[in-house]
């Protein structure tokens, strides 16, 4: 069980209620995570914060974000990111089987995108560190160095949501990704 009230846009702090209410419509509902993340405006302020710089100023699309997220949360092992991630990347055109594939680091569909997500498991398993050699792996894949150095803000805001889920132990309120 969250081990903090999860809010509605009615009972949040009133730093937190707006954003909340954005989010519950942007979602279609108040998820348990973004109403525990109310708890504390700083936490959600945050999120939402990262979440807009990304979306005004990032240069990977939709299907690139979300695989991401499911190797950040798969690495991590937050369950409630790679059930939100999976939703999130079949809504971006990414099929159940390549979200399962991602997950597990056998990525046989897009050989530029799985040079990207080596770099994202390297960075998520080893505090940032990455490989020489896959670092020029994937710029000879074509991503460029603005791309990969724009992967550390991807990485550090799916490490701020999976953090937060696992200390908080929010509960799944949406559909759980398929088991490995």
Known sequence: MTRVTVHTPETAPKESSNELAALGKQFGKVLNIHGAMAHSPVVL???????????????????????????????????????????????????????IAIRNGNIDFDDKLSTLLELTRQATANKGSVKDADWQTALDAGWSDTELTELSTHVALNLFTNYFNHLLDTDLDIPAAPSL
């Open 45 to 99: 302020q945050s999120y939402v914060a990262l979440q807009q710089v990304i979306g005004d100023y990032g240069t990977f699309d939709a299907r690139t974000r979300e695989a991401i997220a499911l190797v950040v949360g798969n690495v991590d092992e937050c369950t409630y990111c790679q059930s939100a991630h999976t939703v999130g990347a079949k809504a971006a055109g990414l099929s159940e089987d390549q979200t």
